[in-house]
């Protein structure tokens, strides 16, 4: 069983960076994939980008357009998403998610998921 636990989120303002952080525990975290989804209030869930286990390719969801960045470190059974420029379309909850299927990261259907942490993006 893995558990996630996301931290980071706050309020900033419009071209500001953020990093999220998520905090792994359980077994054998290295092979799983990891993600990041958001949910803007009142809309369904957006995927924003993925990291594969031991490889680390990773995937973006269109609208990133080269400002968020995910990463993860294996010793730290940590995974992150830096947000750069941020925009106050920006805000929404950001969720942490994670999966040893293999094709989680391509079919973006994730097992686990974290409480999410709030990203506030001011004009």
């Known amino acids: 069983q893995v558990q996630l636990e996301e931290s980071g989120g706050k309020s900033v303002q419009a071209g500001d960076s953020l990093r999220l952080s998520c905090a792994a525990s359980?077994?054998?975290?290295?092979?799983?994939?990891m993600a990041w989804f958001r949910q803007v209030a009142g809309k369904d869930l957006e995927f924003v980008a993925a990291?594969?286990?031991?490889?680390?390719?990773?995937w973006y969801a269109d609208f990133v357009r080269g400002r968020f960045t995910i990463s993860r470190d294996h010793a730290k059974n940590a995974g992150y998403l830096q947000l750069n420029s941020l925009q106050p379309e920006d805000t929404a909850v950001y969720y942490c998610?994670?999966?040893?299927?293999?094709?989680?990261?391509?079919?973006?259907?994730?097992?686990?998921w974290g409480q999410g942490t709030q990203v506030t993006v001011s004009s």
């Open positions: 990291i594969s286990g031991i490889s680390t390719r990773t």
């Open positions: 359980g077994p054998a975290f290295n092979d799983y994939g």
């Open positions: 998610a994670a999966d040893n299927n293999p094709r989680a990261v391509l079919d973006r259907r994730f097992s686990y």
